[in-house]
């Protein structure tokens, strides 16, 4: 089983999780078309994968987006939420979410492939799992993100994405809410908007707009080619876009894969949902007031092209050789051809 352990130096909260270290991994070799036997996240293997928890469907019952539990979960949702001593150290048990959305039957399918329906089932998955995944009150964090390729975690090459669900707020979410909330309180207005609204201002970073989102090249960009969308009106969390909004978000996705993948090729990248977190009032009243109000989700999507290396393992400062204003420039060219 699984343990989580709390560092009393860093406070940092630090997953063990010896149940991954046997998970299948794909990318030791090219993959080629007669492997696509062994995945199990194939259509006809279902029976490989845990039992299923949700799925999207066609009109023949063939399905669109599966989601089933992580085969090889850093968290089970069985553990109990006792905590302990180990001397001068604690750890408890590892409570919490693992689960994998398996994106499309289609094995060898890039995100720039990805049809608009394809892109609104993705997301009406992502969205009633959060859902279904904040009812359980003793979870107080949902992680949604996707790993592709080697140099981005990925151990399987079919799509998909996984979420992590914690029995608490990882430390840089935290944080992030902190901030968020300090702004708010000092200007009343949400800082991740008014960065937004400066970007369609000044117009050097904007990668592509619709009526409700937006994609930049964030101003003080980590990672070449990195890109930040984010709404245009103040949302906390994904769950809570319409239908219409659900729409233009697919399109961006859309557009913005489309133009990562015509620039730099086949590249390997992680994909991640910023949410609120589910508000907890009757346990935490002046920690949510108002996140609704100071907290906008976003999505950021991470090209791995550089390594990350000592400098910035050891300070927390990124080094990226690629300015945000020639990344969007060359963005931006792609998705106007």
């Known amino acids: 089983?699984?343990?989580?352990?709390?560092?009393?130096?860093s406070g940092k909260s630090v997953i063990i999780a010896p149940e991954r270290l046997h998970r299948p991994f794909e990318f030791h070799n090219p993959i080629y078309e007669d492997e696509i036997d062994l995945c199990p996240f194939e259509k006809g293997g279902e029976s490989f994968t845990p039992k299923e928890i949700f799925s999207i469907r066609d009109k023949d019952g063939e399905w669109i987006t599966r989601v089933v539990a992580n085969k090889y979960h850093a968290l089970s949702i069985e553990a109990s939420e006792e905590s302990y001593k180990e001397g001068f150290f604690t750890y408890a048990q590892g409570l919490g979410a693992h689960e994998v959305i398996i994106e499309t039957p289609s094995h060898f399918l890039k995100a720039n492939h990805y049809t608009l329906e394809l892109y609104r089932a993705y997301l009406k998955t992502v969205i009633l799992r959060i859902k279904d995944l904040e009812n359980d009150t003793r979870l107080k964090y949902i992680q949604v993100f996707k790993n592709c390729g080697y140099k981005a975690g990925a151990t399987l090459y079919h799509p998909h994405s996984q979420i992590i669900a914690t029995p608490f707020i990882p430390p840089k979410v935290d944080a992030q809410i902190r901030r968020c909330k300090r702004y708010y309180l000092s200007n009343g207005r949400s800082l991740l908007l008014d960065m937004i609204n400066e970007e369609l201002r000044e117009q050097k970073r904007v990668i592509y707009e619709n009526d409700t989102f937006v994609a930049v090249a964030p101003y003080a960009s980590s990672f070449s080619f990195e890109v930040l969308i984010a709404p245009k009106v103040q949302i906390h969390s994904v769950k809570n876009i319409n239908a219409a909004q659900k729409i233009?978000?697919?399109?961006?996705?859309?557009?913005?894969?489309?133009?990562?993948?015509s620039l730099l090729g086949d590249f390997d990248y992680n994909l991640?949902?910023?949410?609120?977190?589910?508000?907890?009032?009757?346990?935490?009243?002046?920690?949510?007031?108002?996140?609704e109000k100071f907290f906008t989700f976003n999505i950021q999507i991470i090209p791995r092209l550089n390594t990350i290396a000592g400098y910035e393992l050891s300070s927390g400062v990124d080094i990226n050789p690629v300015a945000p204003e020639f990344a969007a420039q060359k963005l931006l060219k792609e998705i106007s051809r």
């Not at 089983?1 to 130096?9: D, E, F, G, L, N």
């Not at 233009?248 to 993948?261: E, M, N």
Request: hydrophobic share 40%; charged share 20%.
């Open 272 to 291: 991640l949902f910023h949410n609120s977190p589910p508000v907890r009032d009757h346990k935490e009243i002046d920690y949510f007031h108002h996140i």
């Open 1 to 9: 089983m699984s343990t989580i352990r709390v560092c009393p130096y």
């Open 248 to 261: 233009d978000l697919a399109r961006t996705l859309k557009a913005v894969f489309g133009a990562l993948y």
